[in-house]
């Protein structure tokens, strides 16, 4: 069994900050790249930042300037810190992470139940 709690979210005012953070657990030999996503009403879901096991990044370029992706491989846990929030970052914000269960298993996808994100004054 594999599990990905998130944490972190919450109502915040515009120009605001969250940090969302997401813990990995249970049978996991390896976790490549880890990432969030995020999916507003009426849209499909969207990929707002991801980082590699290496630590390189891609950032959405909605975001970019304002979010900021890392991640504590000892921990298998990754953290997207929000900043300058607007109303439209206005989501329900999904963790992911691409992991090995065994050293000789493939590499499959795995993602958390999500926690809502709203933007509003």
């Known amino acids: 069994q594999v599990q990905l709690v998130e944490s972190g979210g919450g109502l915040v005012q515009p120009g605001g900050s969250l940090r969302l953070s997401c813990a990995a657990s249970?049978?996991?030999?390896?976790?490549?790249?880890m990432g969030w996503y995020r999916q507003a009403p009426g849209s499909t879901r969207e990929l707002v930042a991801r980082?590699?096991?290496?630590?390189?990044?891609n950032v959405a370029d909605s975001v970019k300037g304002r979010f900021t992706i890392s991640r504590d491989n000892a921990k298998n846990t990754v953290y997207l810190q929000m900043n300058s929030l607007k109303p439209e970052d206005t989501a329900v914000y999904y963790c992911k992470a691409d992991l090995r269960r065994t050293y000789n298993s493939g590499v499959y996808n795995y993602w958390g139940q999500g926690t809502q994100v709203t933007v509003s004054s």
């Open positions: 249970g049978s996991i030999f390896s976790i490549n790249d």
């Open positions: 980082i590699s096991s290496g630590g390189s990044t």
